[in-house]
């Protein structure tokens, strides 16, 4: 009878809750309209500071597998799913009515000038006037390659003949380094083989010819399979058949693509963290008890181990510019879409751009001049310590809401930049938390979308936090997704 009664009672309310949830507006559901971005800006004094701490759900093993088998079932979909979206603020714009038009891509002014030759004639000074590091310590960048090689100290094939052994041996140390994930000796040596050749006759095609890369396996990468940092072959690769623009400009400039770089699982998280068996967690060389950052973990690995100056990642979230910081290299997200994105996972279409990972400031440079067709815009001033009339603006209330040693570390930054002629300047951004919120719903339903067909095929060999992830897009509206644009 006990059982019964309380059976009775789930139903009642489970009814109750999908009536409530289901019925038309009749003004339940306060809905909020915001202002448009026009009154905002005229009323900056009037934003108040919203951010919150993130939501810390903290499962593993066992326990997260079990609630995951709970959230993809019917009543975790309607029941559970809903109460985490709360508890994390992801329902923050669910309710509310933007009187504005959408905009799903960047209206981006790109530059009309082809500055390949000019930027070229900027770049090759730096490269032969390049100044030692003061320090013991310091990374060897495209500048020592390119002198090294005219100089006869070294050959491509002797860098690429190195590079193979470093990883194969920092991925057979406990634990393995992996940076690089798959590559191929033969591949590699013939690619260095004929740079060596063109070096020999004193005609390198670019800067980059006989310098070893790494390339973040978010990209088609011939002859490696295309994974995107799974252990099988996604349904959406196979859309991508041929190399893309980055990938082909690097290897038509005579770089020595070293392999596929690891990665967060389809790019979903910060940490770089990856416990399927092909790819392993990629370990900071720093300190291989700490992660390496994400999601373009390996490409930020092999600069920071000195495997090579440059390398490719994408970013869609911070997944250049969080391992760049924690491995301690240059990292650069460009404009949206300002490099051909072809030849690349289509999983966060809207927001991901893909760019370098550099040894230094000036490597960065190098490949952006590259990769853009010298479309990117002039270089000139790269290389000049002054910065006299410069701004950079500072929300303090954000800027503080880290741990303290970060916000230490972020203000000596600062000092540095004011010591260079730059003026610090305090400034307010409005809605940062419905924009939180955005960036999210945007990443999760694209993601989710691009893997609806291998969720269902592929599911138990997803990592788990990934399937967490999709459990939260499946359940944003899309009214959420046109909010969060």
Known sequence: MAVLAFLLVFLALLVFYLFRTSRPHRGTRRVRVVPPIRVVLENMEAATYRCKDLFD???TGFVLQLMLWVLYTRIGKTLLVPILTK????DLITHLYIPEEPTYLPDVTRPSQDNSESNRNILRPLIDSRIPAAEAFRFNTIADYIQAFRSGTCSPTDVAERALRFIEQANSATPPLKGIVDSDASVVLAMAKASTE???QGKPISFLDGVPVAVKGEFRVEPYALRGGSVFIPEVS???EEEGGS??????AGAIVLGVANMHEFGTGTLGSNPNKDHLHARNPYNPGHFAGGSSSGSAVCVAAGLCPLALGSDGGGSIRIPAGVCGVVGL???NKSLDD????????TVSAHGPLGASVLDCAIALDLLSNGMMGSLKGLGEA????RRVGVYWKYFEHADSEVVMACKVALEQLKSLGVEVKEIVIPELEETRVAHFITLAAEIGSSLLADIDLHFNEFNLETLLLMTMSYNASGVEYINAQ
């Open 57 to 59: 759900l903290s499962a």
């Open 87 to 90: 508890a994390s603020g992801l």
């Open 198 to 200: 063109r070096w020999r």
């Open 238 to 240: 196979k859309g991508v």
């Open 247 to 252: 990938v082909e400009k690097l290897k038509k």
């Open 333 to 335: 997200k460009p404009t």
């Open 342 to 349: 072809f030849g690349t996972l289509p999983v966060a279409y």
């Open 386 to 389: 002054k910065l006299s009339g």
